[in-house]
């Protein structure tokens, strides 16, 4: 279900999918559908299709894992770029407390790069408890190349 | 969009897997079940064309490393073993260079992004068309 922005919320754009790993796919054509109606150019549209996709299937697999439950992705616009509000009714699981792996390490671990992915593509990640029971997770992206890559 | 993996014997224990969509945590499986088959049919060494590959979650980069681990005869990580199973997996860099089994082609923009930032990228060669990387397997 997607909706878009109502007198209460301008711009915000939501879509609420049940937590499958199937449904992963519906959750990206969402976001770049609604990066592009928010001005985001290309550099931005990968990096937050990148960043929300990791975080749901963090939910999927991690949050929910293997019950059935909602999964909300909403995205609005801020004051230089765009904000990405993702809830669920999930146990809580904070990504923000898992570490970065060393990249220059001897043993690369191709595994648990879902975290570094959403940290790599996004300016900020903060996590909350949902009241009612599940997580709040916030990802922040400004519009353009960010500076760290030039 | 879904995950369309196209396969192409290209002489002697070489194979051409040419992925098409995206590459996430629903199908990254049928690219390391697809491994598993070629390998118990001959094949040691991959060609994996990412051209038409428009995105590649953390889950797709499991995928790849199984694929080397599959043609060095080495049992990759079995997702019914859970995620725990895949996280613990590691690959030793520590020779510096690349290995020979997986050459890669043509990855999007932002594909190259992920190798990049994950650190994968060093673990592969890289060519810009199938041609050159089947030169070099």
Not at chain 1, 54 to 60: G, K, M, P, S
Not at chain 1, 85 to 104: M, N, S, Y
Not at chain 1, 114 to 128: C, E, K, N, Q, Y
Not at chain 2, 68 to 90: F, M, N, T, V, Y
């Amino acid at each position: 279900m997607i909706e878009t922005g109502s007198a209460a919320a301008p711009g915000v754009r939501t879509i609420e999918i049940e937590a499958r790993l199937d449904r992963l796919a519906e959750v990206r054509a969402f976001v770049r559908s609604s990066c592009a109606e928010l001005g985001a150019d290309d550099d931005c549209v990968v990096d937050l299709v990148q960043a929300v996709d990791e975080a749901a299937t963090n939910i999927v697999t991690h949050g929910y894992a293997g019950r059935v439950g909602p999964i909300q992705v909403a995205l609005a616009p801020s004051a230089d770029g765009i904000r990405v509000v993702i809830r669920d009714r999930a146990r809580a699981f904070d990504p923000t407390t898992i570490g970065e792996p060393d990249l220059q390490s001897a043993r690369l671990r191709p595994g648990g790069m879902g975290v570094h992915l959403i940290r790599a593509a996004t300016d900020s990640m903060t996590h909350d408890d949902r009241p009612g029971g599940g997580n709040v997770l916030t990802l922040m992206r400004t519009l353009g190349r960010r500076e760290e890559e030039d | 969009m879904a995950l369309d993996i196209a396969i192409e014997q290209a002489g002697g224990d070489t194979a051409v897997i040419a992925l098409t969509g995206e590459l996430d945590a629903s199908n990254f499986t049928t690219l390391i079940e697809a491994g598993r088959t070629l390998h118990a049919d001959g094949t040691r060494r991959i060609v994996l064309d990412l051209a038409g590959l428009s995105f590649l979650a953390s889950s797709g980069l499991v995928a790849l490393h199984s694929l080397i681990r599959i043609l060095r005869g080495e049992a990759p990580p079995d997702p019914e073993e859970g995620w725990g199973a895949i996280h613990s997996l590691e690959f030793d860099v520590s020779g510096g260079g690349t290995q020979n089994e997986v050459v890669l082609v043509a990855p999007q923009a932002a594909v190259d992004r992920v190798l990049e930032r994950t650190g994968l990228k060093r673990l592969f060669r890289v060519h810009a068309d199938r041609s050159a990387a089947l030169a070099d397997v």
